[in-house]
């Protein structure tokens, strides 16, 4: 358990100036220059993001739906989940409905959100929102013409083996299959 918030200390620095440094349609780099709590001036650099959204998609027969996804930066194949950034005036769930059909063709028969966590905190103030998908159901994807992916449903088991032995090797999609494992396998026997 964390520490409560009226029992946290103040924030420890004073920003004394933020800029944008550059950005893109999906994220910034926000420069803020701010004063330490010695007193000596410094500058930091921040991955500004409105925020993510990752679905664990659930179907009917208990298994688990993801994307083998092609990644460009790293030049490598990936198992992850569906996911999608957010754009400003998107809720998080709108986000999550839209990625479900887009990436995997899916349909949920119910969409809620699990947890939240900050992605990267040493440099970047994105959000992460899961959500778990029940009920699911796979039909015609529309992936957009930078997205190179194929949709496989696996065991539950499987897929939780993948996440603890770094077979998954996108870190938030691995990090929020572990935290949600308890509450898939009670899905799953309801």
């Given amino acids: 358990m964390g520490t409560p918030d009226s029992e946290r200390p103040p924030h420890p620095f004073k920003t004394i100036s933020s800029r944008t440094a550059w950005s893109c349609p999906w994220y910034s780099i926000r420069e803020d220059v701010f ?94 929102h899961v959500f778990i998908a029940t009920g699911v159901e796979l039909g015609q994807t529309d992936h957009e013409d930078t997205e190179v992916m194929q949709v496989h449903a696996l065991p539950m088991d499987e897929v939780f083996e993948m996440a603890r032995t770094n077979r998954i090797h996108d870190a938030r999609s691995a990090y929020a299959l572990l935290i949600a494992e308890q509450r898939l396998r009670e899905l799953a026997r309801a």
Wanted: aromatic share 12%; net charge negative.
């Fill in 35 to 128: 004063t330490t709590p010695a007193g000596s001036e410094g500058r930091y650099y921040i991955v500004d993001v409105i925020g993510g959204v990752w679905i664990i998609p659930l179907t009917r027969k208990n298994e688990i739906v993801l994307i083998y996804n092609y990644r460009y930066p790293i030049s490598q194949w990936c198992w992850e989940l569906p996911a999608g950034g957010m754009r400003t005036g998107q809720t998080p769930e709108e986000v999550a409905r839209a990625e479900l059909k887009e990436e995997i063709g899916g349909r949920a028969q119910d969409l809620f959100l699990f947890t939240t966590f900050h992605t990267v905190p040493s440099i970047s103030n994105e959000k992460a």
